[in-house]
């Protein structure tokens, strides 16, 4: 393995390049250290340590002037703090000066190449190492205060740890500022807490094609309560009109739902990468998946050599 | 030969079934004249160039004759070739490798018409749950899959 070691900015700039496997499984058993801590972060938020840990930092970049430090318990918090808009905690505009859940991967970095013999000349990445120990993340806005955000009380992930559940918030913080998700695609709570209010009208009238999936997976309670796609086209009536095997596409059906006027069609499909189960809606004229598919693609008459 | 009838609900069990269901990269090497790999859905045809023969087909956008583009300010592109509904980088590239595409805008371009990528040198396209994809030198149009609405709409994610 080859690495060049400098230090640019006050910080230790690593580059790695020709590992073998058998250091890129040493380099994985980091990163799988520190994903988990990042998955099962510590309960108590430690805020006057990590100030003292800000001020270290603040000092080592040469950042200075005036700063302010404030606390807060989520991002919901940090939007009303700073823009009193707390509806909107994405558009707070500033720099994640650190971040557990992203970050997690940089510290397995640092703690890989000092084990191989790096010596590191700034302490940025052991200062990160201790605040991970204190706080999720640290905000820089663009008035100069830092934010320090408590840790999530609740994350919950699905087996590709993305964030996912089914009974609730896949992540809450202190103040009881949470949102949803349905493998890793944000929703209303309603379709999460109240699956039994979607309607097959509801579903019929969605537009987007990620909404009307999980739509159909929540159907009726979700798979956990008997309800889902088997659900969904039993009470629907779905007949199936023709299925074909095709080389990238997999097995596909072209299927019809509801009858005269209101008949809609749809292509059956999986995603081969993610294996969600799409129904894409066709012209209720479409008798066969080739079809569909030609329709789907905008009428091109080109030839398909893959799909990811 | 007999053939197996269906029902709805097999059928979408056999289609979970037979999906492979993990992201793999393809490192698209050798593409041919108006061949299309599909990532999700946006589809990269391959074309001559990026004012001369398209797309072939019967659908918006498709015609094979020469048509005029417009370079896309570097400032302008974030890198991400379609915008979706729901939060996730999607269909982006990477940055180290946006130096080695030039992006162009088409003119009169429908719903479903999408950048005409002019790659340079090999270009990763990333997204979060397909897998993906390695584009080598030569003109991509990308290509938007089409939604079921009155008017010509591509799918949104």
């Known amino acids: ?308 | 030969m007999e053939t197996k009838v269906y029902t709805a609900e097999e059928i979408a069990e056999k289609i979970l079934q037979d999906c492979p269901g993990k992201p793999e990269t393809k490192d698209w090497q050798n593409p041919k004249m108006h061949e299309c790999h599909w990532q999700g859905d946006v589809g990269f045809v391959m074309v001559k160039s990026v004012t001369e023969n398209g797309i072939p087909g019967s659908g918006p956008g498709c015609e094979l004759r020469s048509y005029s583009t417009e370079a896309v300010n570097e400032k302008d592109f974030t890198g991400q070739l379609a915008e979706g509904e729901t939060l996730g980088a999607r269909h982006i590239i990477a940055p180290s490798d946006r130096s080695k595409v030039r992006v162009y805008r088409l003119t009169g371009a429908t719903a479903l018409d999408g950048y005409v990528l002019d790659v340079l040198a090999p270009i990763e396209v990333t997204h979060p749950e397909h897998g993906h994809v390695f584009l080598h030198e030569g003109t991509y149009r990308c290509r938007h899959q089409r939604m079921y609405a009155d008017e010509l709409r591509r799918v949104l994610d």
């Not at chain 1, 970095?109 to 191989?116: G, L, R, T």
């Not at chain 1, 052991?126 to 640290?138: E, N, Q, R, S, Y």
């Not at chain 1, 949102?179 to 039994?196: A, M, N, Q, S």
Request: glycine letters at 6%; a negative charge.
């Open chain 1, 1 to 308: 393995m080859k690495i060049e070691h400098e230090v640019k900015n006050g910080m230790d700039d690593i580059k790695m390049s020709d590992m073998t496997d058998q250091e890129i499984a040493e380099l994985s058993t980091f990163i799988i250290k520190w994903r988990d801590r990042a998955l099962h972060p510590p309960t108590e938020n430690k805020f006057e340590e990590a100030e003292k840990i800000i001020r270290e930092l603040c000092k080592v970049v040469k950042l200075e002037g005036n700063l302010k430090i404030v606390e807060c318990q989520s991002p919901k918090h940090l939007a009303t703090i700073h823009s009193k808009d707390s509806e909107n905690p994405s558009k707070v505009q500033g720099t994640t000066l650190f971040n557990l859940m992203t970050d997690c991967v940089t510290l397995a970095v640092k703690e890989f190449v000092q084990s191989k013999g790096v010596e590191l000349k700034s302490p940025v990445f052991d200062l990160f190492g201790k605040l991970a120990d204190c706080v999720c993340a640290a905000y820089l806005t663009d008035d100069n205060t830092f934010y320090l955000m408590a840790f999530p009380t609740v994350l919950r992930f699905d087996d590709r740890i993305r964030f996912h559940s089914e009974t609730g918030p896949a992540f809450l913080f202190p103040d009881g500022y949470g949102e949803y998700y349905h493998h890793g695609f944000k929703i209303d709570k309603r379709l999460v807490t109240e699956p039994e209010s979607i309607t097959l009208e509801e579903i019929r009238s969605e537009t987007n094609a990620e909404l009307k999936r999980i739509k159909i997976d929540r159907y009726g309670g979700g798979t956990n309560k008997g309800g889902g796609v088997a659900k969904y086209l039993r009470d629907s009536k779905a007949k199936v009109i023709d299925v074909d095997t095709h080389t990238h596409n997999g097995t596909r059906a072209v299927i019809s739902i509801g009858e005269g006027r209101d008949e809609q069609r749809y292509l059956n499909v999986a995603d081969p990468s993610s294996a969600r189960i799409y129904y894409m809606e066709i012209p209720p004229a479409t008798m066969t998946c080739q079809e569909a598919d030609v329709w789907l693609a905008g009428d091109m008459q080109v030839a398909q050599v893959g799909r990811t």
